[in-house]
């Protein structure tokens, strides 16, 4: 039987040339047209398609296979992996994922018992498919790469894959994004697939397909997992310990195929030994795609050093990572500016050709991979015998940020203790609680110093030529951020023990701890919860199952203990007998902190019964969604709202704004994005007399500076060297001197300089309900040319402004000529109007979902700001 792709494809769209010619396949294995009801090349397979195609193979060729599932998305789709490798492997495949597990964590392994493993070990080949839903053919292949591997009868490439290896294929690791491109496509579809790059079906209308329902770039998600698919797929090449992945990608269409060498910088934690071996697959790549006449490029525009990527993150555990990108017909076909046609099945051609080429590669060069693996493991854990013996990760103000950051470790393979006793570190005692132990000698060691280290080094010579480029006004190279720091992001504190703390422990498991339900006792008063992200999440719980809340309006001394602003009241006046009952599920529920009160007489502080104390209602939340909101903004915000905090929210299309009774509700939020064209003079109006009347409006990056613009908000949004934007540049007089050169080719009105994504130090105002919960300095992202002038004492209030130059810049770069006109701005701006406000974000304070300290800022504006 033939190729599917050798069948004839619709005659509008040229011939794709056979995958691998001369290959005859056996007919008991189905192939895709035979599952789906159309040639791999002819339609774009949707999700279920993927899936029922996998699930046909693992049924066809039983003794070759495992089908895993490995995650349900939000939209309910099913993500699955399928592990292909001979019969003899197949049979024994739970031994073998045991020996992969040991052969991956050298502590207590013999060097005689390490290189029979070495010898005797298949080598772990995951070639993952589709992380970006619009990335199509990467799906395609994966189906192709499958059938290839179980039906091809006389390839010899084959046989050697099998005989060395285990192959595991996640076909397509965002269903959700894959389903929302193909009906885009579809919809939009002619009679004739038109390749004419501008046609509809080309153009994905907002959010697109790339991302997942929360609209999260799943590229970026490897580290935080706080998404499904995310979590599934690690959990999985966790059980397995791969050590080749493969991520296969689409990019524009007038590109070529990239493959590694991949473009500098690198991350500082790679070896020098998975260097050169990314160059023995680079050469194999260039031998294949040279023999069959395919272009293609590497070293250039795809680095790796970013950990969160599905490159990276395998290769700071020890694997050869690879991105592998085509250019996207986006479609069937594509016109290419030089003059080509593109199709669908090019792309499922070029990437077949990578994947085999790769597995290929792999089993030729089993054992130097398997060595290289193995060194890199124990390397890690000698590199953790010496120096810094261990990381004590503590929180004192927010307990719960440290357990879930604990956990996010546990849930990249770190191994993670839980402190059971007071830990003595750095001249200081921690208490047990919010106490957490990370061992440096580890095979995570790499890892784990790529996640907690503030600052992450970067090539030096790599970064001096950025300065030069900058100087010359040219964007940076830098293809994502600079830093990451989850102790920063988190604010959870970082102390390093030098000689180990011999602290006792119990080891942290990725799963959420169930805390059980500890009933509450009977309090005369009620009870307080501390605020602090699990007190936040238990509150808004708690306001959604009607229990009344009130919310301290400054911090007090209660029982010899202190208690801040925003400290939660549940009275047992104000609820019904069963409150004991329904606030301890809920507390449980969250980890929350729960103080029984039976005397409530404060010396010291805020009474609770103060005026300044205030009920809490649950907010009506607006969230402003579409163009021209930012996909990953409005994206972030929604997800944090309604399922970090399980805050219900109304996603509103910013062109119906208009059409909204804003009086049905309390909070309106603004994703980043420039708004100018959506919200008219009239409707301007309106938000601003909702506002007086006790509304509260929240905006972030872009909506901030357009808040500033159109006067809701009296900042100004500097340009470079502080001038307000809306005024015109100062012309320039007559030199008396002669010129300096560089200052006079320097532009006269220009945007502030770039930062490139790095963690700054904000100072916060601790006795403000909006900072309740920290501890008065936070980290926070700062990404793009985005400086506001702090807010006037008679406008508003700076609650957290950027620390001054010496102490601005915590981890990753900020460009020394910004570094002074950073310092000391507006970071989070409250401005009162009538019985409502404004609150203001400099930048995202919901970034990637992986920065829980300014998540934490922007649900008290949400949950403590209405009706202030
Ligand atoms: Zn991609």
Known sequence: MLSALALAILVQV??????????????????????????????????????????????????RTRLLHTATTWEGRSTVMLVIGNAERMARLDAIQADLKRLADPRGLDPAERDRLVRELPVVVAMIHGVHGNEASSSGAAMMEAYHLLAARNDERVDRIMAESLVLIDPMQNPDGRARFIFQNTIAGARWPDADPLAAEHDEPWPGGRVNHYLFDLNRDWFAQTQPETRGRVAALLDFMPHVVADLHEMGGNSTYYFPPNAIPGNTWTTEAQKELNDVFGQAMAAAFDARGFQYFNRDTYDAFFPGYGVSWPMAQGAIGATYEQASARGLVYARSDGDQLTYGDGILHHVTAALTTMDAAARNRERILRTFADFRSSAVEMGRSGT??????????????????????????????????????????????????????????????????????????????????????????????????????DVELVRSERGTGAATTPVSAAPQDAGEASLPAAQVGYLLPWGTNGAAAVAEALREGIRVRSAG??????????????????????GPDLARRLSAIAGRHDAEVVPVDHSYIREGTSLGSGRTRMLREPRILLVYDEPGSTNSAGWTRYVLERRYGQRTTAVRASTLGRAVLSDYDVIVFPSGNYDGVVGEGLRGRLQTWTRDGGTVVTMAESTRWAARTGLLSTTAERRGGRPEETAPKAPGTPEQPIDYLEAIAPVDEAPEQTPGAIVDVILDTDHWLAAGTDGEIGVMVEGSRIFTPITLDHGTNVGHYADVDHLVLGGIVWETAKPQLANKAYLMIEPVGRGQMVAFAEEPNYRAYAEATELLFMNAVLLGPGR
């Open 14 to 63: 040229p011939q794709t040339p056979s995958l691998a010619p001369g290959t005859s396949y056996d007919p008991d294995v189905p192939t895709v047209e035979r599952v789906t009801g159309h040639p791999v090349t002819e339609a774009i397979t949707p999700p279920e398609g993927v899936v029922a195609y996998m699930e046909a193979l693992a049924s066809a060729v039983p003794e």
């Open 389 to 490: 013996r261990e990381y004590v990760l503590h929180s004192a103000h927010d307990p719960g940020m440290a357990e879930r950051l604990a956990r996010t470790l546990a849930e990249n393979g770190i191994d993670v203790g839980r402190a059971t006793e007071p830990v003595r570190v750095g001249g200081r005692t921690l208490p047990a609680q919010g106490t957490f132990i990370v061992p440096m000698d580890q095979p995570g060691y790499r890892l784990i110093r790529n996640l907690l280290d503030p600052h992450t080094p970067m090539d030096s010579a790599f970064v001096a030529r950025q300065i030069e480029r900058r100087a010359n006004r040219e964007p940076d190279q830098i293809y994502d951020v600079t830093a990451w720091s989850l102790p920063l992001l988190w």
């Open 554 to 575: 400054g911090g007090f001394q209660l029982g010899g203990r202190h208690f801040g602003v925003g400290t939660a009241i549940v009275r047992a006046s104000d609820n």
